[in-house]
Each structure stands twice: as C-alpha cells, then as structure tokens.
C-alpha cells in the first residue's frame, strides 16, 4: 500500500493542470503576465500497472498554491517561473499522514519561431529544480531530482460566429537526472468566446512515461515507482473582468492512467497582465 500512496502523491505534484499555460504565444517586449492558481484534488482510487481503476483504501487530497510569472524580455522571447506549494493529506494507512512545503520550481524561455497570422509556432525550454524537501516524509511532495524538458508549441486564433476563439497544442520530451523515467508529454487546449466577457475552455493533456527509469530505495522498504502514465481532461471558463485582469474557474479529472491516481477536482486562477 505505500507504494501506491507514493505513486499517487508524486503523480498529483509534477502533473499540474494547464491553467495559467501560454502555450505557443509569447509576450510583448516589457510586458508580465502573473497567474495566483488555487489547486484542489482527491481520490480514494488508483490506476494500477495495467490500467485498471483500483480503490485505494483511504482517500488523498491535495491543495496547492501556485503562483506563475512571464515576462517578455523580447518580442521574441519569453521568461516564465512556476512556483507550487502544496498541502498534502493521506488517510490510506493508520494513523494518517499529511505533509505541506513548497515543491519543484520550474523555469524556463519560450522562443517564437514562426507567426503568420493567425498561426504561431514556438519553441520552450524548461528546468526542473528540487527545492530541499525530505522524501522520508509522507507524503512526499516529489522526486527531488532534477530534470529538463525540451517542448514545440503550435498555436492558431479562430473566428466562429463573429466571436474569437483559439486552439493550440504542444509535445515535449521531459528528462530527469536521476531515478524518474522519461516521458513524452503534450497537451490540446481550446477556446472560444461565447460572449464578449466570458470563454469556454476545454482542455487535454497526456503524460507518458516511457518506463526506463531505475527503482530507488527511498528509506526502510520504499521504493519509488518512477514509470506512470496519465491522461486528463478539464473544462472551464474564463470571465474577463477587465481588458488586463480575467477569473478562470476549471473542473478537471484523471480519466486513464497506470501507476497513478485517479480521481480529479477543481482549480481557480485569477490572470492579470501588466504593460
């Protein structure tokens, strides 16, 4: 059973949904975009080695604070920082175990490649950073290894109905220096306008583990599963309180996976863009 409440927690932490995502567009030279993201996620069930849901025997939930940062340095360049913080809690065994801190850092560069309108194409660069938690702690909140991600974005603006609206999508290769397995990771989003102040947001996302990772001891008979795979879907919508200030409310669910967990929930962003 504690292999499984790992693969679950580590499984909830490094794959967060595509809220605050810019995808294939980059910012404007000087201009910052910030996202303030509230996370929340249960489950009392799991998606075993070959797929199958599987109960748990106890329920994990999760809560998270992450704030998220781009900032155009060029008209061509884009710098981004993601921050988590997450609380965990775990009533599988007895007694239960909760644990809170802040976990892996990602930062990186966007760098657009190609625009002719309506269509972008970019290309994104990503380092994931440990930041100095215990994994003798459960649940754990990561890895605790680093690790690096090469990505393309594609992206294109739509007009239906005399409304805007997008659709864009992006593949990636992710590396760990370490235990983790590599994995291909991609994503399709949509957007359309339904009204002036207010967008539907569908998205999909697949992270697949590509099982070459090595098992690591981690304490007194632990081992890390480092192979999961995970497919989720989410839906929402984004209400525009002003030109440079939107509300973004989501509902996602993990809807197959292997040496993961199941279940799902739902987060809050509140977008600002400052120029």
């Not at 525009?240 to 809807?255: D, E, F, K, T």
Request: neutral net charge.
């Amino acid at each position: 059973m504690t292999r499984w409440v790992f693969v679950l927690t580590v499984a909830v932490v490094i794959a967060a949904p595509t809220g605050a995502r810019a995808g294939a567009w980059v910012r404007d030279k000087g201009e910052m975009f910030v996202a303030l993201q509230y996370y929340y996620y249960e489950t009392s069930r799991f998606f075993d080695h070959s797929g199958n849901s599987q109960k748990r025997g106890g329920k994990f939930k999760k809560k998270e604070i992450n704030p998220y940062i781009e900032y155009g340095i060029t008209s061509q360049d884009t710098l981004f920082l993601n921050l988590f913080y997450d609380w965990l809690t775990d009533n599988a065994a007895e007694p239960s175990s909760s644990n809170s801190g802040l976990t892996d850092v990602e930062c990186g560069w966007r760098r657009l490649l190609l625009q002719q309108p309506p269509q972008v194409l970019s290309l994104q660069t990503t380092v994931i950073v440990p930041t100095g938690y215990d994994l003798d702690e459960d649940p754990r909140l990561g890895y605790d290894r680093f690790g690096m991600e090469l990505a393309m974005f594609y992206g294109r603006s739509l007009q239906w109905a005399d409304r805007y609206g997008f659709v864009e999508g992006g593949v990636g290769f992710r590396h760990y220096f370490g235990y983790p397995a590599e994995q291909i990771r991609s994503y399709a989003m949509l957007g359309q306008d339904i009204w002036e102040h207010f967008q539907l947001l569908g998205a999909a996302e697949l992270h697949y583990g590509l099982n070459n990772g090595s098992n690591k001891n981690i304490g007194t008979n632990i081992t890390v599963e480092p192979n999961y795979r995970l497919l989720k879907v989410s839906l929402g919508g984004r209400l525009r309180l002003r030109p440079n200030c939107s509300l973004v409310l989501a509902y996602y669910r993990h809807m197959w996976g292997e040496d993961t967990g199941a279940g799902g929930g739902f987060y809050g962003s509140l977008w600002i863009t400052v120029k």
